[in-house]
């Protein structure tokens, strides 16, 4: 099946700092890409969803300028999440949908953020 | 606003046993239906994913129904094994605010007992 490979696996940073998640589909191109976030024993809630080429679309309650997405292309999009603060610290997972098979969305590793 | 349920929260079976997992959502109006695997700390394994048109679908010992009008899915797992403990989260796809997203439950954590 197809592969999504999210890195880093775990990161931990100091309040202040940002951190940046990469995503990339190997495989396969992605012309959509999407960021979710997964609090413990919470379902996976959509942040955003990214499109090649074109600016992000955050869902309602999510600080755009907080976390900054950027699909530069088909395999890649990255995750910044700036001036994190440990209310930031959560399971952050990427999604990425096959074009050929735009009915199936395949799932990154995930990355476990730590914000001290 | 879509709403997925899945019950139980957490189930603990014996080896062996045939089971049944539970997922229920609130509108209709979806694409297809997908059920995940999550083992813990790790990302998302698809499983099964059920069309809008289709009522069922089969991989190995995993089966999964899905009946749109009542908004309902079943996964059933015969012969569970521990290597099936994992959380198992189902979701739908469906248009919304002009685009189209995956809504997922919470899950279900199963654990399969040797």
């Known amino acids: 099946g197809a592969v999504v490979s999210q890195h880093p696996s775990r990161v931990i940073c100091k309040s202040g700092t940002s951190v940046k998640i990469e995503c990339r589909s190997l495989?396969?191109?992605?012309?959509?890409m999407f960021w979710y976030r997964q609090f413990p024993k919470q379902s996976l809630m959509l942040m955003a969803t990214?499109?090649?080429?074109?600016?992000?679309?955050?869902e309602q309650g999510v600080e755009k300028d907080k976390f900054l997405i950027n699909h530069a292309s088909l395999t890649l999009s990255t995750l910044t999440v700036t001036s994190a603060h440990p209310e930031d610290s959560s399971f952050y997972i990427c999604?990425?949908?096959?074009?050929?098979?735009?009915?199936?969305?395949?799932f990154g590793q995930g990355t476990r953020l730590t914000v001290v | 606003k879509q709403e997925v349920t899945q019950i139980p929260a957490a189930l603990s079976v014996p080896e062996g046993e045939n089971l049944v997992l539970n997922c229920s959502f609130t509108?209709?109006?979806?694409?297809?239906l997908q059920w995940f695997r999550q083992d813990p700390g790790k990302g998302l394994t698809s499983l099964l994913l059920?069309?809008?048109?289709?009522r069922e679908q089969t991989s190995g010992r995993l089966n999964a129904s899905l009946d749109k009008s009542s908004g309902r899915s079943t996964l059933y797992i015969a012969a569970s094994q521990p290597g099936d403990s994992a959380t198992y989260l189902c979701?739908?796809?469906?248009?919304?605010?002009?685009?189209?997203?995956?809504?997922f439950g919470k899950g279900t954590k199963l654990t399969v007992n040797p």
């Open positions: 059920i069309q809008s048109s289709q």
């Open positions: 979701a739908v796809r469906r248009m919304e605010g002009g685009s189209e997203k995956l809504v």
């Open positions: 509108d209709s109006a979806i694409y297809n």
């Open positions: 990214s499109n090649e080429g074109s600016k992000a679309t955050y």
């Open positions: 495989d396969f191109q992605a012309t959509t």
């Open positions: 999604s990425a949908r096959d074009l050929q098979m735009s009915s199936t969305a395949f």
